[in-house]
C-alpha cells in the first residue's frame, strides 16, 4: 500500500492520477480507525478513481493537553486495517511541521455563529485548529471529493463554511453515523473506555433515541430537563451539554418551528474520556 511521509511524497504518488484526470477521494482522519473510518473510505473508493487517507493527529485542534497526548496512535494496526480495505489505497501521514510548514500554530478563522455554539462554546479554540490542519490537507491532496461523518455534526458545517472561505475546489460529502449494534457512535476515542464505561456509553444513543421520540410530542425544554436529569442520575457518564438545534444554524432552540429541521447534540464524559453524538429529530 503506498505511504507517504511527506507532502512532497503526496505530490509524486498522485502525479499519474491528475495528469489522467482521475477523481481523488479524500478521508482526513486522525487514525485509531474502526468501521466508521472504513464506511466513508468504502464509499469513497465507490465514487472516485483513487482514495487518499491521511492519518494525522493535528495537535492545533486539541484545547487540552492531556487529551492530545492520550490519544490513541496505533499506527501499524492502521495501516493493515486499510489495507485489508483496499492496498491501492493511498496513505499520507506526514510531520507536523511538514504538513505546517514550519510553525504548528491554527489561522484565526470567521466562521461565523456556526463556530460559537456547542463544541465551539466547550472547545475553545477547536475549529480554528479544524480549520488550519483541513486547508492545509486539502491544499495537499487537491481532492475532487472529501468525506465526513456525521457523528461530527458540527464540525460538517464548519468544514463546508472553510471551504466557501478558501474558495477550495473540493466537493463535501457528509456520511451518515455508524453505530455499533448496541447503537454506540463509532469513535476513536471509545478505544479508550474501561469495559465498564464501555458498558455504559450506549445510554448516549439511547437518550437521543428517546429525544427522537418525544419530539414527536413534547416541548424542547421538556427533553431538555428530562435528558439533563437521566444523566444527573447517572452512575458512570457525566453530561457536558444536551441542545437541540435547528440545523441551519446550529442555534439551540428553545421552540419548534414547522418549518425547521432539528437535532439534538450532546458531549459526555466516561472518566476522563469525552464523547460526543447528535440524532435527527424531524
Ligand atoms: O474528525 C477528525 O478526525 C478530525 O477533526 C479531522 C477532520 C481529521 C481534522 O484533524
Redesign the pocket.
Known amino acids: 500500500m503506498p505511504l507517504c511521509t511527506s507532502t512532497s511524497d503526496l505530490t509524486q504518488t498522485l502525479a499519474p492520477w491528475r495528469k489522467q484526470g482521475g477523481k481523488i477521494g479524500f478521508v482526513?482522519?486522525?487514525g485509531a480507525l474502526h468501521d466508521g473510518h472504513g464506511s466513508l473510505v468504502t464509499r469513497a473508493l465507490s465514487e472516485n478513481d483513487c482514495v487518499v487517507v491521511s492519518i494525522?493527529v493535528?495537535p492545533t485542534?486539541f484545547n487540552n493537553a492531556a487529551d492530545l497526548e492520550k490519544y490513541p496512535r496505533p499506527f501499524e494496526q492502521d495501516l493493515t486495517f486499510l489495507n485489508a480495505i483496499d492496498p491501492k489505497i493511498v496513505v499520507y501521514a506526514p510531520e507536523a511541521t511538514d504538513l505546517y510548514r514550519g510553525e504548528v500554530v491554527s489561522k484565526s478563522y470567521r466562521f461565523g455563529a456556526i463556530a460559537s455554539e456547542m463544541e465551539g462554546r466547550h472547545r475553545p479554540g477547536h475549529f480554528d485548529g479544524?480549520g488550519t490542519?483541513?486547508n492545509l490537507l486539502f491544499r495537499a491532496v487537491e481532492p475532487t471529493n472529501a468525506y465526513?461523518g456525521e457523528k461530527?455534526f458540527q464540525?460538517l458545517q464548519i468544514v463546508r463554511k472553510l471551504v466557501e472561505l478558501e474558495n477550495l475546489p473540493v466537493n463535501i460529502i457528509g456520511c451518515t453515523i455508524h453505530r455499533a449494534e448496541d447503537g454506540l457512535a463509532m469513535s476513536s476515542r471509545n478505544r479508550r473506555l474501561t469495559p465498564e464505561q464501555l458498558a455504559a456509553a450506549p445510554f448516549i444513543y439511547k437518550t437521543l433515541k428517546k429525544a427522537q421520540e418525544d419530539f414527536k410530542h413534547k416541548s424542547i425544554p421538556a427533553i431538555v430537563r428530562e435528558a439533563e436529569a437521566a444523566f444527573a442520575a447517572h452512575p458512570i457518564l457525566e453530561l457536558e451539554y444536551f441542545e437541540i438545534a435547528g440545523i441551519h444554524n446550529l442555534k439551540t432552540a428553545y421552540r419548534k418551528h414547522p418549518s425547521n429541521t432539528y437535532r439534538a447534540f450532546l458531549a459526555a464524559f466516561a472518566g476522563e474520556v469525552r464523547l460526543i453524538d447528535n440524532m435527527g429529530l424531524n
Open positions: 482526513p482522519t486522525m494525522f493535528n485542534q479544524v490542519v483541513l465526513f461530527d464540525q
